[in-house]
């Protein structure tokens, strides 16, 4: 599955900024994401966006937040790491490469999507 993503990275002119033998990191407009895979599980794959914004004052207005984004979206986990962070995690299984650019694709529309969202939302907080 890795090298399956590498290989939509360069076809869609993504300059993948870190690799491991599980992990990829990469820009797409603007932002940092990072692809997971785990080793006991071939099928499964997670397009990450850690870091997206910080919990400072308005933390009981940031919670509501990830949970209205998380009750509207499917597939996507919003999430607040080490009461800090909000990052977002998309995770899917894959049973079959055919049409997995189709995929990946659905996958980045719906990032568009979300962070639309939590720009409108943003701005009642």
Known sequence: MLNTFKNYLLINNITIQNEDETTISFKKDDLYYL????????????????????????????IQLVND?????????????????????????????????????????????ILEEIKVKIKDL
């Open 35 to 62: 692809f997971v895979i785990y080793k006991d599980d071939p099928f499964y794959f997670r397009i990450m966006l850690p870091n997206l914004l910080q919990v400072t004052d308005n933390k009981d207005k940031i």
């Open 69 to 113: 984004i998380n009750l509207k979206f499917k597939v996507a986990k919003v999430f607040i790491v080490d009461d800090k962070n909000v990052w977002i995690s998309v995770e899917q299984f894959a049973y079959t490469m055919d049409k997995i650019d189709d995929l990946f694709n659905r996958i980045f529309i719906l990032y568009a999507s």
